[in-house]
C-alpha cells in the first residue's frame, strides 16, 4: 500500500540523511560480500550488527541516525543475499546516490501512525518528525514501512501489507499459468493477459545523454526521464495486482513456474525461437515482467490465494505436447506455433505451456501420467487485464 508522502522542507533534508544511512551501511555490505574472492571469511547478519554498533560508536554522524534504519538496512541485505542464494534473486549490488534512496522501519516505531482527517494521515518517522501523506485508501494492518524517493524528487510511504485472502470459487477447477515474451501470461484454459504496452523511453534517454554532463539541462533531462520509468513501473504493478486479484477468485488451484528452476531454464525457452518483427518492441516491456514482474505476481497470487498456489518444475513445458507428453524441440515451431511432432496436435505455443505447468501439477498430486485438460477450446484473443 504506497501513498504519497509531503515532507516539509526541513524534514526532506533529514529524510535524505536517513536515506544516506542506509545506503552507506548496505553498501558496506555489499562490499564485505566481496572478501570472499580474495578468500577471506564474509560476516553474517549477526556479525555485522555488531560491526554496526562498533561504528555507530565511533562515528558521530552514524550515531545522530536512526538504530532501527541503520539495522533494518543489515536485515534487508541479508534477505536479499538469502534470495540470491536460493536463486530467485540477483546478487545484491550497490545503491546508489539518487537512485535507490529509501529506508525501512520496523517494530513499534512503525505503528507510529495519526489520521488527522479524512484524506491525510501523518507518520512519525525515527529522527525526522511527523511527515504528512495522503492517504487514498483505507490503510490495513501493517508491520513495516518503507519511505522511498524517486529521481523525481517524488515521496512515497509503502505499508508492507499482506492482503486478506481471496476465497477461490470452491469448483475444484486447476489453472496453469505460462510467462511469456509475447503474450505476458497465458492461462491453461486459454484466457491471456497482455501487460499494458510501456511509454517509449528511448527518446527521453536519448535526450539525457546529450545534455552536457552537470549541466542544468541534463538535470531536467533526466527527472524527465526518471518520471517515464515510474509510470511504467507503476502500471507493471497496476497490472499485477488487477490480473492476481482476478486469477485468485476465479481458480481454486494455481499452479506457476518455479522460478528458482525457471531461472536456470530460462536461455533456453522463448530465446532460441526466432522472435517476429513486432516481437522486439513488446520483448522489452515483457522482459521486465518476466524478471521483477514475475516474482512480484507470484508473491501477490501466493498472498491472495493463499495456500492455493503450486509450483512447478518448469522445465520442457515449451517443448512437451500437453495432448500425448511428447517431447520434441522440434514440436515448437516458432515463438507463436506448437505443433507436436508425434500426434499432430495444434496449439498455440503459450497456451500448450500453460497446459502443461496445470498438468504438471496432476503429475505431481495423482501419479496419473494422463491429465484431464480440455483442449476443445481455441485460444481466445489477448484480452486487457479485468478490472479488479
Ligand atoms: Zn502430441
Not at 538535470?219 to 507493471?236: I, P, S, T, Y
Not at 485468485?248 to 536456470?264: F, K, Q
Not at 496449439?347 to 497446459?355: Q, Y
Request: hydrophobic share 35%.
Amino acid at each position: 500500500m504506497r501513498f504519497r508522502a509531503y515532507p516539509t522542507g526541513a524534514q526532506v533534508g533529514a529524510l535524505e540523511t536517513q536515506c544516506g544511512h542506509a545506503r552507506f551501511v548496505w553498501n558496506l555490505a555489499v562490499e564485505q560480500l566481496s572478501y570472499r574472492a580474495h578468500s577471506q571469511r564474509v560476516p553474517g547478519y549477526v556479525e555485522q550488527s555488531k560491526q554496526l554498533t562498533e561504528a555507530r560508536a565511533a562515528f558521530g554522524w552514524l550515531a545522530a541516525g536512526s538504530q532501527t534504519v541503520q539495522q533494518q538496512a543489515l536485515r534487508d541485505f541479508d534477505q536479499a543475499v538469502a534470495n540470491w542464494r536460493g536463486g530467485t534473486h540477483r546478487r545484491p549490488g550497490w545503491r546508489k546516490r539518487g537512485r535507490h534512496e529509501g529506508f525501512r522501519i520496523v517494530g513499534p516505531q512503525a505503528q507510529r501512525v495519526e489520521k488527522l482527517n479524512r484524506r491525510w494521515s501523518r507518520v512519525n518517522v525515527p529522527k525526522v518528525g511527523w511527515v504528512r501523506f495522503r492517504r487514498t485508501r483505507k490503510l490495513a494492518n501493517f508491520k513495516s514501512y518503507r519511505i522511498t524517493s524517486d529521481a523525481t524528487g517524488r515521496w512515497h510511504i509503502a505499508f508492507a501489507v499482506v492482503p486478506t485472502p481471496i476465497p477461490g470459487p470452491c469448483d475444484g477447477s486447476v489453472v496453469g499459468i505460462d510467462r511469456g515474451v509475447t503474450i505476458t501470461l497465458a492461462l491453461s484454459d486459454g484466457a491471456m493477459y497482455q501487460a499494458p504496452s510501456p511509454i517509449a523511453v528511448r527518446r527521453a534517454a536519448r535526450a539525457v545523454s546529450r545534455c552536457q554532463r552537470g549541466s542544468r539541462r541534463r538535470m531536467k533531462a533526466k527527472v524527465r526521464l526518471a518520471r517515464l520509468h515510474a509510470r511504467n513501473a507503476d502500471r507493471r504493478k497496476d497490472f499485477v495486482e488487477k490480473t492476481s486479484t482476478h486469477i485468485a477468485r476465479t481458480y481454486d488451484v494455481i499452479c506457476l513456474e518455479d522460478l528458482r528452476v525457471a531461472n536456470m531454464t530460462r536461455s533456453a525457452r522463448g530465446t532460441r525461437a526466432e522472435p517476429g518483427r513486432n516481437v522486439r518492441q513488446k520483448a522489452g516491456l515483457n522482459r521486465s515482467i518476466l524478471n521483477g514482474g514475475w516474482s512480484l505476481f507470484a508473491t501477490r497470487i501466493g498472498h491472495k490465494a493463499a495456500g492455493r498456489v503450486e509450483q512447478v518444475n518448469p522445465a520442457f513445458t515449451s517443448q512437451r505436447c500437453s495432448v500425448c507428453s511428447h517431447v520434441a524441440r522440434e514440436s515448437r515451431k516458432s515463438q507463436a506455433l506448437f505443433l507436436c511432432i508425434a500426434c499432430g496436435h495444434t496449439s498455440n505455443a503459450d497456451l500448450n505451456a500453460a497446459r502443461n505447468i496445470a498438468a504438471r501439477r496432476a503429475v505431481t498430486a495423482r501419479g496419473a501420467t494422463g491429465v484431464p485438460v480440455t483442449v476443445n477450446r481455441e485460444p481466445q484473443h489477448v484480452t486487457p487485464p479485468p478490472v479488479a
